[in-house]
């Protein structure tokens, strides 16, 4: 993990050159942000214009027919940014920036408070907003908090194996321990539960004991906050908003 930071925070001719084309082909911007911030599916096409120049650039891969970013350096380092593009007018990553010193205690990253205060300010803040809204920015005004908060001393990436336009998996390191963190659109109750127990399975891929869930929950009777639920001898945190 040090040298993975030491990679994100060097300036090399490679993420030099990166960050010129993105900027020269801005469809391929696009791209590159829906599947990381939204976890869409692309499928892949060597035709089209905007793909072919993301593999002749070495940004894109094709991965059981669909586009996927080539590697994940590349993607933390893209990640980190669009964060740091949206950041100045960001209310969510002022909002973690600010109240970033009650996480940390004893160098330890408290979880559960996080979310909780996240819930908070999610639900003040864009509680109102239509289904459409949140499937599109949820997951990415919850990276924009979170960033501030491990900025400096952990890292997190997103795991393109549970990525979907549903789901998706964010893996926090902090100081050798890690954090699994699920978000997910509400899909009912049935389609929460199975992703509590997938969640709980891929604790065990980690050999993690607790893990997070934050729902983006549109029926208008939910219930917002966080509760702890146990699947097994899993502890999941589970947070509403």
């Given at each position: ?211 997070y869930l934050l729902s983006f929950n549109f029926n208008k009777n939910k219930a917002t906050g966080v509760k702890e639920l146990r699947i097994g001898d899993k502890t999941i945190v589970e947070a509403v908003v």
């Open positions: 993990m040090e040298a993975i930071n030491c990679i994100l925070k060097t300036n090399s001719p490679l993420f030099d050159s990166m960050t010129k084309q993105l900027d020269a082909y801005p469809d391929l911007r696009d791209i590159l942000q829906d599947i990381i911030y939204q976890g869409k599916r692309v499928p892949f096409s060597p035709d089209s214009k905007s793909i072919n120049i993301g593999l002749m650039f070495g940004f894109l891969k094709d991965w059981d027919g669909r586009v996927v970013v080539a590697n994940r350096i590349f993607e933390m380092r893209m990640l980190n940014m669009f964060i740091a593009e949206e950041a100045i007018n960001s209310g969510a990553f002022q909002y973690g920036e600010n109240h970033q010193p009650q996480f940390i205690k004893e160098n330890r990253l408290d979880m559960d408070l996080a979310l909780e205060k996240f819930v908070e300010y999610f639900t003040e803040i864009y509680g109102d907003n239509d289904e459409k809204f949140v499937e599109a920015y949820g997951r990415k005004f919850f990276l924009l908090y979170l960033k501030p908060i491990i900025n400096g001393t952990g890292n997190y990436y997103l795991e393109a194996q549970t990525r979907d336009s549903s789901r998706t998996d964010v893996i926090v390191d902090y100081l050798g321990q890690q954090y699994v963190v699920e978000l997910k659109i509400w899909r009912g109750n049935e389609y929460n539960e199975r992703g509590e127990k997938q969640l709980a399975e891929y604790l065990d891929y980690y050999h993690l004991d607790r893990g």
